[in-house]
């Protein structure tokens, strides 16, 4: 407080604009002060992810795993809380209006980059309300068919589609998952018309897969791919920019046919704005960390992951590139959600 004080006890010979001026700028010293002796403990105490989805899926598992990893490293308690809702919206509104010091982050993914173009309006701005911490994994989707189907690649799977326009249909687990927009991708690029099926989840899109009432999904690879090896579904593709190692044998849908095409799913950390760039390096550090440990490279081979891990401003980058992407495609179609 001596810095205050002396500010309060100036020259009465001074007018009183000089002295308030003066008394702000002791305000700022002790705030910054303040902001400093609490940041070099930091973190002392939980730091809490919130996934915008249920417990389970892809996302919760892979928030968990990188919680437990950065853990280890931060030497505090990481703790997921589970915010699902309104395609995302009310978890990653609640770490919008949460305190930016580094305690609260978002597990931002795929539908955070298509909200905005969905959307009318959305609770909290994309980009003033945030700020970027770590892209920590890309993802694809695996393009799939029943096995007893004709079509045994891309080029059949046109094919077909060119030809008989109204018999194909393809499976989404909802408008605007990556399901959904990969497919609608496919169809700008490709040329073709598929009839598009929404489901409430992958489970019920690939039963109806497996029973033949649709012909086609562009799915996640956790829901893929033991079906894949079992035989019980066929695999066409990727659908990200280069092949995968968890499927080395299968093309891409651009080496297979569809020049350009590149559809990715991704993970990647958000803190509230405001946060302090100090705690947002030191979070940075820590999930670079965590994408490298056994746990996660393990995931990796699971779930298709292609660690990342890269400064924060790559993620600011990446992010705005894949919202102006994917909001042209869903402006040119035509896709709404109510």
């Not at 919760?60 to 809380?81: F, K, P, S, Y």
């Not at 109204?166 to 990556?178: E, M, P, Q, V």
């Not at 950390?269 to 390096?281: C, G, K």
Request: aromatic fraction near 6%.
């Amino acid at each position: 407080m001596s810095s205050l004080v002396v500010a309060l006890k100036m020259s009465p010979r001074r007018n009183l604009k000089t002295n308030v001026l003066f008394a702000l700028a002791a305000f700022a010293l002790l705030s910054v002060a303040s902001t400093t002796r609490a940041l070099a403990g930091y973190p002392d105490r939980i730091v809490k992810i919130v996934v915008p989805f249920p417990p389970g899926g892809g996302t919760d598992v892979v928030a968990r795993t990188l919680a437990q990893e950065m853990a280890q490293n931060l030497g505090v308690h990481v703790m997921i809380e589970n915010k699902p809702g309104a395609g995302t919206i009310i978890g990653t509104q609640a770490v919008a209006s949460s305190e930016g010091d580094g305690y609260t982050l978002l597990m931002g993914t795929f539908a955070n980059a298509v909200n905005p173009s969905l959307k009318a309006t959305l609770p909290y701005d994309p980009h003033r309300d945030f700020a970027p911490v770590a892209l920590v994994a890309r993802s694809f989707n695996v393009v799939v068919v029943n096995p007893k189907s004709p079509i045994t690649s891309i080029a059949d799977l046109i094919a077909v589609a060119r030809a008989e326009p109204d018999k194909l249909s393809y499976g989404t687990f909802g408008i605007g998952t990556s399901a959904h927009l990969a497919g609608e991708l496919f169809k700008d690029m490709a040329k073709v018309n598929l009839a598009t099926i929404h489901y409430k989840g992958a489970a019920q899109a690939l039963t109806d897969l497996i029973g033949g009432q649709i012909q086609v999904m562009f799915t996640t690879v956790a829901s893929a791919a033991p079906l894949i090896a079992s035989g019980q579904l066929r695999a066409l593709a990727v659908t990200s920019a280069e092949r995968s190692p968890a499927f080395p044998q299968l093309p891409t849908v651009a080496e297979a046919g569809v020049p350009g095409y590149a559809a990715e799913s991704w993970y990647g950390l958000f803190a509230p704005a405001r946060t302090p760039p100090e705690a947002i390096d030191r979070l940075n550090q820590s999930a670079a960390m965590a994408v490298r440990s056994d746990a996660f490279q393990k995931l990796g081979v699971d779930e298709g992951l292609v660690m990342v891990a890269r400064p924060p401003a790559e993620l600011d980058r990446y992010f705005r590139a894949e919202e102006a992407r994917w909001r042209k495609l869903i402006q040119d179609a035509g896709i709404k959600v109510e």
